[in-house]
């Protein structure tokens, strides 16, 4: 039989890496895209915020096609050392507000744009798009953190146009986008010293919910935000 074959992107971060890990113990050929690492004919490294890629990405995955069940893409940001979550309105910066949409947003839209001329009415492709429950709008009691919450919030918009449009055009495959859960890496370094310890999950458990929910997802499923627990978020 075949070996299933499953796409990690942002593969060089935390839960990416954790994601592989597990995907690989299980018996899946992983493939991965990432900023780092040198291109084979299993890892491409490039730019996923750039349309430019698209084409490269596409070329990529044709080989893979055949035995690919899906794809995993975890690429996202919340600071950088200029910029933290902002706490208030005055803060919201221009620049880190379009820098987050770009690597919150892009890295998906590229990615469907690469795997979609390859899809037909036959494909059964499972998508996950790590997201984050501070996306949600309906859920949002808190405020604060506009960049990160607007731009995941975008991203679960396109998350349930392209499960819309997917259905339509390869009604077995499935697309959802995934809170993951407080994981400690570089992304939620600085705001996980008070969090309480029984909400903070190594990246090996935060890996099994997703691989979990990967393997079960049905086209039933398509066109929902989930959480760790693969309980449903209002978007
Ligand atoms: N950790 C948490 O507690 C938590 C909670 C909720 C949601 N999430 C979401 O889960 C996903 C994975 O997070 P993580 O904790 O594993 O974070 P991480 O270790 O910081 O990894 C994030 C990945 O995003 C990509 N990335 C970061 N900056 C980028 C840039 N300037 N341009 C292009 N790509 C960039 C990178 O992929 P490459 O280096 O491979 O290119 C990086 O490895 C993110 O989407 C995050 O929003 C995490």
Redesign the pocket.
């Known amino acids: 039989m075949m070996q299933k074959t499953v796409l990690v992107a942002?593969?060089?971060?935390?839960?990416?890496r954790a994601i592989i890990d597990t995907l690989q113990c299980q018996g899946y050929h992983v493939i991965s895209i990432?900023?780092?690492g040198h291109s084979t004919n299993v890892h491409l490294c490039t730019?996923?915020?750039n349309h430019a890629n698209v084409e490269t990405i596409t070329h990529f995955l044709t080989p893979h096609f055949t035995s690919l069940v899906g794809v995993i893409q975890?690429?996202?940001?919340?600071h950088n050392d200029m910029h933290q979550p902002e706490k208030n309105v005055m803060q919201l910066d221009s620049v880190w507000l379009q820098e987050s949409m770009r690597?919150?947003v892009l890295?998906s839209v590229v990615l469907a744009q690469a795997v979609s001329p390859l899809l037909n009415r036959k494909s059964s492709v499972r998508w996950i798009s790590?997201s984050?429950k501070v996306g949600s709008i309906e859920d949002n009691g808190l405020g604060g953190w506009y960049s990160y919450r607007m731009s995941k919030a975008a991203l679960n918009m396109f998350i349930k146009n392209l499960a819309i449009e997917w259905g339509r055009k390869s009604p077995e495959s499935s697309v959802i986008a995934m809170?993951?859960?407080?994981?400690p890496?570089?992304?939620?370094e600085p705001f996980t010293k008070n969090w309480p310890k029984e909400k903070l999950y190594s990246p090996e458990m935060t890996a099994s919910r997703i691989v979990s929910m990967f393997t079960s997802m049905t086209h039933t499923d398509s066109g929902q935000l989930y959480h760790h627990d693969h309980s449903s978020i209002p978007w």
Do not use: E, K, Q, Y
Request: negative net charge; charged residues 10%; proline residues 6%.
């Open positions: 942002g593969s060089h971060g935390t839960i990416g990432s900023r780092h730019d996923m915020t975890c690429a996202g940001v919340l690597i919150n890295p790590l984050a809170h993951p859960g407080t994981t890496s570089d992304l939620s």
